[in-house]
């Protein structure tokens, strides 16, 4: 049975990252610092290459692709954008405090929802159905490895749903151009709704090369 290895990347900085704000489908490119970073970040850490690449639509995500694998063969997939922040989008925590309907998003559970965005609920089904098409997408193709380019809030979500074994919530968070390594097989997926976490990613470049040493 194969063995399938998917890589959960999260996008560059954003000039809004930066200032704090939610920027949830708010379609923010990277800022150049981000974009800097991330050439940083190619060259000392270890990228992989994989046979397709999953992205979210949004700009960041796509521009944080083309850096890291612009040589891969790459697809957009909609269910991978970030939760809508609905009439919070662009705000910081502290403009947010005094409303009501921030409160109550906040302290309201799993089927809260800011107005006119998302309830966590909604983006775990979301990234569920997104999970679904691209593992039944590389059995069908034959892909054993890829990459899913995509936001920290959809990260988060699906370790803490359908990842094993079961860590903190803070100890899903990673930097931008940073993630996490997971790997499935068939029948894990099938039967349970369920992948393994391998492990933080990437490594550095010079464990890679020590690696290969060995």
């Not at 994989?50 to 063969?73: E, G, N």
């Amino acid at each position: 049975m194969k063995n399938y290895k998917i890589r959960l990347i999260r996008h560059g900085m954003t000039s809004a990252n930066s200032e704090g704000r939610y920027i949830g489908v708010t379609d923010t490119p990277l800022s150049a610092d981000g974009i800097k970073q991330l050439y940083e970040k190619a060259d000392k850490l270890y990228y992989p290459q994989v046979q397709k690449v999953y992205t979210s639509p949004l700009k960041r995500c796509k521009q944080t692709a083309d850096i890291l694998y612009h040589d891969a063969f790459t697809v957009e997939l909609g269910l991978l954008a970030e939760m809508n922040f609905g009439d919070f989008e662009n705000k910081r925590q502290e403009q947010l405090y005094d409303e009501p309907a921030f409160k109550q998003w906040i302290e309201g559970g799993i089927d809260a929802a800011p107005p006119g965005g998302e309830s966590a609920r909604d983006v775990m089904n979301r990234c569920y159905e997104a999970l679904n098409i691209i593992i039944s997408d590389m059995m069908y193709e034959g892909f054993t490895e890829a990459a899913v380019i995509t936001h920290s809030g959809i990260i988060v979500n699906m370790l803490s749903c359908f990842g094993v074994p079961k860590l903190r919530p803070a100890d899903y968070c990673c930097d931008f151009g940073e993630g996490f390594e997971i790997g499935i097989t068939a029948a894990m997926w099938q039967r349970s709704g369920a992948f393994e976490l391998l492990g933080r990613f990437p490594c550095p470049a010079e464990e890679n090369e020590e690696g290969e040493e060995d």
